[in-house]
Every structure is written in C-alpha cells, then in structure tokens.
C-alpha cells in the first residue's frame, strides 16, 4: 500500500528570510529591528543540532510597496519553531510559517533577502540561497492563486484580505458612476493590498458609455459607434437607467478619455489595469441582433479607406469596381484624405445603395470579408482583416502609453490585462458566459463552463478540452502569459453557480476549478460581482476559498510556467480526465487527475493505474492533494520511461509530482 506521510512534501513550517535593503523609516522602525543573525548558541546541553537550511527561496508576489515570499521547510531533530527574515544582518520578521510579506518598500528599489530556521533551543540554520525582488513591480508569472472581487471605485471588499489571493483580476470598476475625477476613488484600500501581498488591479469598461460621463450630448453622440445608417446604436441589454451605447476605439478623442481615467487610477497607485470588452463595439446590440451592424462612424470608414489603400496600392479604377463593385461616383482614392468621406469612398453609402446598410456583414457583400467580423473579447492572431487589424493598432497604443506613462511617472512597471484573449498584456483574464465562440454546440450556446443538470452540478463533464483551449488560443495571441478564468455575470452561468447547493458550490471548485489548474490555466475564486448577488461571505464559502486555496498557494511552484505535454496519460478507471504538465524552465514534471465519476457528490475511485511515457524515469514520485493532508508515495515502476503508478484513492483531485 502507498505509504502516508504526516507532513505534506512543501507543508508549511517556520523560515527565517535575510533581506539586504535600504529600509526605509516605518520599514526599520519594526520592533525587531536591530537584531543581528550571530543569535546565542543552544540554551542547555540537549539540543546541540541545528535545523537544516531551508530551501527554494522565492518572491511570489511583488507590489508598489510589499515583497512576499515562500521557501520550503527546514527540518529538525526537534522541531522548527520560527523562521526569521534578515535584512543583511537584521532580523525584519519572524514568522512560523513559509510564506510572509515584507510591507513598507520602497517602489522601484531592489532587495534581496534570505531565510534561516531556528528550532526551541535557539539553533539557527544556515541561510537559505539569497532572491531578489523589485518593488513596485509584480510579475504576473509569479501569480498563482487569482481572486474575483469587483467593487465601484469608492467601494471595498474586506473578503480579499481573507482569502489574501495574489492578485484580484479588477478590484475596482469603472462601469458607470463615477471615476473620471481623482475624488471618486478609494485608493487608501491600495495599502492594505500591499499590506497583504496582494496586487490591486483597477479597471473599467473599454466601450460602454453613458451621457454623463461627457460634458455634453454632442460630445456624446462623438464617442459613440454607429450603424450602416450613421445613427448610435442603443444598448439597452445593460438595464441602467441611462441609455448607455459603446464607445469607439477608432476614434482618437474616445482613445484619450479612456486614457484619461486610466492614468487617475494610475497616479492612485494601482499595480494594474483591467480594461473590459475592449472590442464590444462592433456587435450591433440587441436593435440588429447582434448581426454586427455597429463600428461604422466616420472615424471607422476613414480607417477603412486607409486599410483598403494600403492592402492594394497598385489597384486601379477598375479593380475597384471590378473587384468590389464600386461605382464611378463612390471609389477609394489615394489622391484625397481618406477621412474627407465626401470625395473619397464612402463604405455607409455603398452598403445603402447596395441594400446591405441593415445586414452589413453578408455574404453577398464582397467587402464584408475586408471589413471583418469582430469577436467580443478576442482578438485572434491569424484575424487579419480591417477592424481586427486596426483594433489591434490601437490597443497596443494605448497599452505602450499606460505603461510609458507608469514607468516615467512613478517608476514602476504597469500589469495589463483585459477580458478575454488580446495581445500584449501581462495575463489574460478570460470570463466565462454563453454564446462564446470558443466551443461550438449544436445550440450554438459556446461552451458551457457552469454545467449543470436540473438544479445540480454536473460534475460528470469534463472542460479539459474547453480550458486546453483558452491557453493554446492565448500562447498564439499573447505568447507565454498566465490565463485565468471567472465566472462572468449577468447571465445564466453565474446564475446556476448562485443557486447551487453550498456542497455543489464547493464541488465546482474542486472539480473544475482543479481541472484549470490542472491544465495550466487558473481559476479567480469569486468573491463578489457588482449586480449585489450574495457575496462568497454571505453564502457561506469564504472559509473554504481560504482554506482550499491554501493547496495551491502552498505548491504554487508547480503550476507556474507549464506547457500541456505531449505524451498521453492513459488511466485505468472511466471518468477522468488526466493531463501531463511540463514546467518551461525545469523541474518536476506533474500528471493531474481529476475525477468526473460524480452524482450530486464525488464517487471515489480506488486502486487504478495510471501510466505515462517519460523521456527518462524519475528519481521521487510523491502525489498530493488538496482533498488530504500531506503526501503520499505511492506503489510505481518504471522502466525505459514507462511509468506506471497505482493511486490507492481519488476523490476529486490528485497530483503526482515526478522528480
């Protein structure tokens, strides 16, 4: 049988960290300042050995002004009882378990830091490897544990501070109210982030507009996109009371008042921006059904002039027309601006003429191809056509000036993401809702990543494939950055997750929230929405967020980094799926199993194996869980590669850790 330790493999025990760094004043007033590491020796003769050196230093959270840091234990005849913090050679904290957060840095500064373990009679370790951080500038490689907590921003949610994820995907947001001026904002709640070790990403809509957030109903109609007939198109699906439209990334004036209110919370001190369906203004909206009849104001079809020009430089009078049906009256030119639409080709006029001004995107519309279909929140590498490519421009000029901007205005290094799969940012945060276009159903619904079977969780169903594709999709898009998933409101998937059982609430995050991580992407634990559904709190499942969170934050090495493996998994039991994951930058490699065999509960699965061609057979395999404690070796044999392990039992995720 597999043999069970009492201690998980990297479980948290006590560690002493050195720092070597300016501290500045509340930094070196802590109160164990001045300590120095030449600590007294054994207080009697019993206990004469120290602990050994701890091991795997790393800082894996940085913000504006905290630095944490985990390590892994250091054992002892005894026991370890404290691991302290040094700053060269003084004591900044001492703490008992492997993790702490060193507050009050100083942005832009470089520290570095090492750890000793020190056990009841006073003997000290030697000091672990020294690791480096700059404050000031959190990696998003370095996140592993996401959490979904979205306030307005002069609101905030004490909830994070209790499940003290590393990142929240957009704590505060702009949507509707208010934050066009410095005063709407609470950014003192930024501290007690950093005070934490959490990085604060603030955020707001890239495309919903309301007529107060302009000084005027001319400077409205401005920013908003328009129709095939040059009228605003509605979008009224929202449900505020004011009539709300999208704005136009194409237009330059629109680009600047998002910029503006961007750089607000910047200056407040934000580690980050979360800019949301930053392509949604292209959909039509509930007027066109969603057909795609929107994006066409002149600053759009001037753009389009642009593109045609540059695509066919050498096309002549006649290609036009032959090519795409332009008449004498109404070509693109290259000897007039391409915004003086009333000489130049006007594409509003060609598609009314031609009858397609209700049903732009046609088929019988032999531009309809150049033009584009938009996909809300993606934006997909190969998608070389007009809008696509041009949305793409944009972005990327907004996100260089935002990072510009942090950069000469606060020294620091700015995180950009955004909702869904788009180029250039730090981490994709993807929101899981239907009509997706990232698994195609007979019902045309996309995928659905809250499964569930008359009122109760289908546990059953497996989103490997679903969550595969989120991360192969943004490698193309973005290349190597985190992607992380949250259940997106308001529609139907947050709906059923609300309505669960408490049981089958925890269930979809043992399921399917370990099925993300099992495949290299990470799940937001949700926290709160803005629509005031009950909170994580409120419906009794903050305590297990901090609880099971604690797994992943404990072995958080493993699902940094990866790409899916090659090599299959086969399993000798029905209803689960299995992954291989393959860290980029070595180290253990890891087969993930998650068990689907469920009916309003988990049915455990005992004595399979699972097997798997390696390169070469590993030296240690140990297999954890976030469902027990410690680790366990299990029974395994390997030869030329082929590895064969037997799982004495799975509830509803294990992991085997190949060394």
């Given at each position: 049988?597999?043999?069970?330790?009492?201690?998980?493999?990297?479980?948290?025990?006590?560690?002493?960290?050195?720092?070597?760094?300016?501290?500045?004043?509340?930094?070196?007033?802590?109160?164990?300042?001045?300590?120095?590491?030449?600590?007294?020796?054994?207080?009697?003769?019993?206990?004469?050995?120290?602990?050994?050196?701890?091991?795997?230093?790393?800082?894996?959270g940085v913000t504006g002004t905290s630095v944490t840091l985990t390590w892994r234990p250091s054992t002892d005849d005894v026991g370890v009882v404290a691991y302290d913090l040094y700053s060269g050679r003084t004591v900044v904290r001492s703490v008992t378990g492997t993790t702490a957060t060193v507050p009050d840095l100083v942005s832009g500064t470089t520290y570095a830091f090492a750890v000793k373990a020190r056990d009841?009679?006073?003997?000290?370790?030697?000091?672990?490897?020294?690791?480096?951080?700059?404050?000031?500038?959190p990696r998003a490689a370095d996140?592993?544990?996401?959490?979904?907590s979205q306030s307005d921003v002069n609101q905030e949610d004490p909830q994070v501070y209790e499940l003290v994820p590393d990142v929240t995907i957009r704590a505060i947001g702009k949507w509707s109210t208010s934050g066009d001026e410095a005063a709407d904002y609470q950014f003192d709640q930024i501290r007690r982030y950093h005070d934490k070790g959490i990085a604060f990403m603030g955020s707001g809509t890239a495309s919903v507009i309301f007529p107060h957030d302009f000084a005027s109903a001319e400077i409205f109609d401005d920013m908003s996109t328009r129709d095939a007939d040059n009228n605003p198109v509605p979008h009224d699906e929202f449900g505020f009371p004011d009539p709300a439209r999208r704005g136009n990334m194409f237009n330059p004036n629109y680009r600047r008042y998002l910029l503006d209110w961007a750089k607000i919370q910047?200056?407040?001190?934000?580690?980050?921006?979360?800019?949301?369906?930053?392509?949604?203004?292209?959909?039509?909206?509930?007027k066109y059904g969603f057909n795609g009849n929107e994006g066409f104001d002149d600053y759009a079809v001037a753009d389009f002039n642009r593109y045609l020009l540059a695509k066919y430089p050498?096309?002549?009078?006649?290609?036009?027309?032959?090519?795409?049906?332009?008449?004498?009256?109404?070509?693109?030119?290259?000897?007039?601006?391409?915004d003086d639409l009333a000489h130049n080709f006007n594409y509003r006029r060609y598609l009314r003429v031609n009858g397609w001004n209700l049903d732009p995107l046609t088929s019988e519309n032999p531009l309809a191809g150049e033009w584009g279909r938009v996909t809300a929140n993606r934006m997909y590498a190969d998608d070389m056509s007009f809008t696509v490519s041009y949305l793409r421009r944009y972005w990327k000029e907004m996100v260089d000036e935002l990072r510009s901007y942090a950069r000469s205005t606060a020294d620091r290094r700015l995180l950009v993401s955004s909702n869904g799969l788009l180029p250039y940012v730090d981490y994709n945060s993807v929101g899981m809702y239907p009509w997706n276009p990232d698994e195609q159903t007979p019902d045309f619904r996309g995928a659905d990543y809250v499964p569930v079977v008359d009122g109760h969780l289908n546990g059953a169903k497996s989103l490997q494939a679903?969550?595969?594709?989120?991360?192969?999709?943004?490698?193309?898009?973005?290349?190597?950055?985190?992607?992380?998933?949250f259940i997106d409101w308001p529609n139907d998937m947050m709906t059923n997750y609300l309505n669960l059982p408490l049981a089958e609430k925890q269930d979809y995050w043992r399921i399917?929230?370990?099925?993300?991580?099992?495949?290299?992407?990470?799940?937001?634990?949700?926290?709160?929405?803005?629509?005031?559904?009950?909170?994580?709190?409120?419906?009794?499942?903050?305590?297990?967020?901090?609880?099971?969170?604690?797994?992943?934050?404990?072995?958080?090495?493993?699902?940094?980094?990866?790409d899916h493996g090659t090599q299959t998994v086969r399993v000798g039991a029905g209803n689960i799926s299995a992954s291989l994951l393959v860290p980029r930058g070595g180290g253990a490699r890891t087969v993930h199993l998650v068990n689907h065999n469920y009916d309003r509960g988990p049915v455990p699965q005992t004595g399979f194996p699972v097997e798997v061609a390696l390169p070469s057979c590993p030296r240690r395999i140990a297999m954890i869980s976030p469902d027990f404690a410690g680790s366990e070796v299990p029974i395994s044999s390997c030869r030329n590669g082929q590895l064969r392990v037997t799982v004495d039992r799975l509830d509803y995720y294990n992991v085997l850790v190949l060394t």
């Open positions: 049988m597999p043999q069970r330790s009492g201690v998980p493999t990297w479980f948290p025990l006590a560690v002493v960290l050195v720092l070597t760094l300016p501290a500045p004043p509340a930094f070196a007033a802590a109160d164990t300042a001045g300590v120095r590491d030449d600590r007294p020796g054994p207080a009697g003769p019993g206990d004469v050995r120290p602990p050994t050196t701890p091991t795997g230093l790393a800082a894996t009841a009679a006073g003997n000290v370790s030697p000091a672990s490897g020294r690791t480096t951080a700059t404050a000031g500038r996140f592993t544990v996401f959490g979904f910047i200056d407040g001190g934000v580690d980050g921006i979360n800019l949301d369906e930053v392509n949604a203004g292209f959909s039509g909206g509930q050498a096309f002549t009078a006649a290609d036009w027309k032959s090519r795409f049906g332009m008449t004498d009256d109404n070509l693109v030119r290259g000897d007039v601006p391409a679903n969550y595969r594709y989120l991360k192969e999709q943004s490698g193309r898009i973005a290349g190597d950055v985190p992607v992380a998933v399917f929230g370990a099925e993300a991580y099992a495949n290299g992407i990470f799940p937001a634990f949700h926290l709160k929405d803005t629509l005031g559904s009950p909170t994580a709190e409120q419906s009794g499942m903050l305590g297990f967020f901090r609880t099971y969170s604690q797994f992943y934050k404990d072995h958080r090495s493993l699902y940094r980094d990866n």
